[in-house]
């Protein structure tokens, strides 16, 4: 075992003379595990968007989350579950991703010479996923952890208070940027890498969507701090819909 | 300064013959940090455990650190702004110490193989190192925000309600083994690495490092799981009351 091992260290090959395909398996998954949060993230993005049509509007949306038509009132364990598999997805993106990282000096080194010597977007594209994943090992946990743990807290009342009074702005504000343009880049590198559309054409695509989507972000923000601001004197007390409307 | 950059790249020094000096002014911070964070967690779990003498003595603490002798009933901004500054090391050290993780399938099989063939239990404990940082990138932050953006909820009722009704407690139970298996590791290496406490021996003063080593995760492990047990105590007596705070009783 340990000399079939040995030989694959020196030689690069393994026994029968092949190359180990798992360096090309983890790619793979890293490429799934990335598209998932891609797609998860432009739907998630969208949804709590929708404070933007008003509280009755999230809070129906949350509710449908909660799968309130089969239980009633809706069950926040159900959003549990859903960060919690979203955290899992998340960590082992992370674990796939990092293997990408210039992690020596001599590597960052052959990195910056490679990026300045070549000019080519793209390259520079690498440090701009390496630097807002990096961002995202400690806020994208702060966030999944606490909507993990504390799923009943999610409405237009409750998360305005989270980002108002707990505080939680900066690091969405950081998150939101973050995500977005991680996202963004993610996939437009699968489509190159995988050859799915035109690279021209997936750019500009891309691009739209990217201020799009940091443009809702922004909005929504700004809409939950407001709710939060005027709300914080009755922090804690959850939202209640006006049945006579 | 591109043709000086290639030449470097290509011979590994620079364009006076000189290797770059960087490398190990990085090891350098690496150590510096890390020597830091190992310091303040001791420091730290000491303090949450006051808990364990009773809620007032931990009160007390907590209200120490928000200056309560210079600011009248303490000012818990001052606790955010020490947590930030932590937040800050704790993540340049990650920075800095993501440099030694076997980052490819080629660098892990290397690992793997070098560490069968040593048999050494030095080379095993890197990649406890490894483990317990990677799961601290995501559970040391989550931590971390709490305490920096709500300082105030700190105390023996606002930390009980946290452990246990917000749900904190599996999160603190993780991070509790991996810090202190991470802390006790690298003060042990870094003694290695620097030489520190060599005397005449090293043989022998390794054997003596190694048990203290043993010693001070065991240590802080039972001591971290007693007061985690305490808090979720107060939390579970404290629900009906969530978000209460605790008043000293005077005198």
Do not use: C
Not at chain 1, 64 to 93: D, N, R
Not at chain 2, 2 to 24: F, H, M, Q, Y
Not at chain 2, 50 to 63: D, F, H, N, P, Q
Not at chain 2, 107 to 132: E, F, P
């Amino acid at each position: 075992m340990l000399k079939d091992h040995l030989i694959e260290l020196l030689t690069k090959k393994d026994k029968n003379k092949k190359k180990s395909k798992i360096p090309a398996k983890l790619d793979l998954f890293q490429s799934i595990t990335g598209l998932i949060l891609v797609v998860f993230i432009m739907f998630h993005l969208i949804f709590e968007s929708s404070i933007l049509l008003g509280k009755d509007a999230m809070y129906t949306l949350t509710k449908a989350f909660e799968l309130s038509f089969i239980f009633e009132g809706g069950e926040p364990l159900v959003i549990s579950i859903l960060a919690f598999i979203v955290f899992v997805i998340f960590i082992v993106h992370a674990f796939l991703a990092m293997r990408k990282f210039p992690s020596s000096y001599r590597q960052y080194f052959s990195y910056t010479i490679h990026a300045k010597m070549l000019k080519h977007e793209d390259t520079n594209l690498w440090l701009l996923q390496i630097s807002t994943g990096f961002i995202m090992f400690f806020l994208g946990s702060v966030h999944l952890y606490t909507m993990m743990s504390q799923p009943e807290n999610i409405g237009p009342f409750a998360s305005a208070d989270r980002f108002y009074s707990d505080v939680a702005w900066p690091m969405y504000l950081m998150l939101l940027i973050s995500v977005v343009l991680h996202a963004s880049v993610g996939l437009y590198r699968l489509i190159v890498k995988w050859g799915w559309i035109d690279r021209k054409k997936s750019k500009i695509i891309i691009q739209i969507a990217t201020v799009f989507y940091l443009t809702i972000g922004l909005f929504s923000l700004v809409t939950y701090m407001k709710i939060g601001y005027e709300h914080q004197d009755e922090y804690g007390k959850r939202y209640v819909v006006d049945e006579k409307k | 300064m591109l043709e000086n950059d290639s030449i470097e790249l290509l011979t590994g020094k620079d364009s006076n013959k000189k290797k770059s000096r960087i490398p190990a002014r990085l090891d350098y911070w690496q150590s510096a940090t890390g020597l830091f964070l190992a310091i303040f967690m001791i420091a730290h779990m000491l303090f949450v455990s006051t808990i364990l003498i009773s809620k007032e003595a931990m009160y007390r603490v907590t209200k120490f650190f928000e200056l309560n002798f210079l600011f009248e009933g303490g000012n818990p901004w001052i606790v955010s702004v020490f947590v930030a500054i932590i937040f800050a090391i704790f993540v340049i050290h990650a920075l800095l110490a993501l440099r030694k993780f076997p980052i490819s399938y080629k660098q892990y099989k290397h690992y793997q193989i070098h560490a069968k063939l040593l048999k050494h239990r030095d080379s095993k404990m890197w990649m406890t190192q490894v483990k317990t940082g990677f799961i601290m990138f995501f559970l040391g932050s989550v931590h971390l925000y709490i305490m920096m953006t709500q300082p105030e909820s700190i105390g023996p009722y606002g930390s009980g309600d946290r452990v246990y009704s917000d749900l904190m407690w599996p999160l603190y139970l993780i991070l509790l083994l991996a810090v202190e298996v991470h802390a006790a590791i690298g003060l042990y290496r870094l003694s290695v690495k620097w030489g520190w406490f060599e005397g005449e021996d090293p043989k022998k003063s390794r054997i003596k490092l190694k048990k203290f080593k043993v010693g001070l995760s065991i240590f802080m492990i039972a001591l971290g799981l007693l007061t985690l047990m305490t808090y979720m105590k107060i939390g579970y007596e404290h629900q009906d009351e969530y978000g209460k705070r605790y008043i000293m009783e005077s005198k």
